[in-house]
T-cell receptor, first 114, second 116 residues
Framework: GENVEQHPSTLSVQEGDSAVIKCTYS??????FPWYKQELGKRPQLIID?????GEKKDQRIAVTLNKTAKHFSLHITETQPEDSAVYFC?????????????FGRGTQLTVWP | NAGVTQTPKFQVLKTGQSMTLQCAQD?????MSWYRQDPGMGLRLIHY???????DQGEVPNGYNVSRSTTEDFPLRLLSAAPSQTSVYFC???????????????FGQGTRLTVV
């Protein structure tokens, strides 16, 4: 099955700096790569996603890049703010032996210091 | 529009007890899934379904059963609770494209389960 690895597990940045979180996946058939943000005590929520036919996608201060050849994708947050502090999860969607599945990385705890 | 409704929010069980976590969605999503979240382990897939009557195992299915008799409901049953099942459980739903979960997943509020 799919294996999604996420680095780093923790990341601390100063307010206004950029943050980058990287993920790798193992299944070349994976074709959908979402990123979720989970604030303390709350449910994960989608912040951005990218499909395998696109190399980069931006939404205001966040962007995601995908390198299909190397099987890795990254989340970029610019001009970080304290409210960006949360756990971020990457995920990859692949069709298993019979049905499609969504696999998550282990998460990155991002802390933005004012 | 309630989205994904998951109950209960908190639960304490004794070892060996059984229980069912409820999950319902009102968005007519084909894909529904259960994850457990443990510190440092991310969200691990327990079971999932792409439609009524169709379920499959995820990464950590042992000790759990599911069924999907309707599009709306996807309950998770713990057969005989063990301390290793202490975790936070999330139900999620999404639309699918040709059976692949390739759209936004909407999560329930989570269930914090403690097995003593």
């Amino acid at each position: 099955g799919e294996n999604v690895e996420q680095h780093p597990s923790t990341l601390s940045v100063q307010e206004g700096d950029s943050a980058v979180i990287k993920c790798t996946y193992s299944d070349s058939a994976s074709n959908y790569f979402p990123w979720y943000k989970q604030e303390l005590g709350k449910r994960p929520q989608l912040i951005i996603d990218i499909r395998s036919n696109v190399g980069e996608k931006k939404d205001q201060r966040i962007a995601v890049t995908l390198n299909k050849t190397a099987k890795h994708f990254s989340l970029h947050i610019t001009e970080t703010q304290p409210e960006d502090s949360a756990v971020y999860f990457c995920a990859a969607s692949t069709k298993g032996s019979t049905l499609g599945r969504l696999y998550f990385g282990r998460g990155t705890q991002l802390t933005v210091w004012p | 529009n309630a989205g994904v409704t998951q109950t209960p929010k908190f639960q304490v069980l004794k070892t060996g007890q059984s229980m069912t976590l409820q999950c319902a969605q009102d968005m007519n999503h084909e894909y529904m899934s259960w994850y457990r979240q443990d510190p440092g382990m991310g969200l691990r897939l327990i079971h999932y379904s792409v439609g009524a009557g169709i379920t499959d195992q995820g990464e950590v299915p042992n000790g759990y059963n599911v069924s999907r008799s309707t599009t709306e409901d996807f309950p998770l049953r713990l057969l005989s609770a063990a301390p290793s099942q202490t975790s936070v459980y999330f139900c999620a739903s999404s639309r699918t494209s040709t059976g692949v979960a390739d759209t936004e997943a909407f999560f329930g509020q989570g269930t914090r389960l403690t097995v003593v």
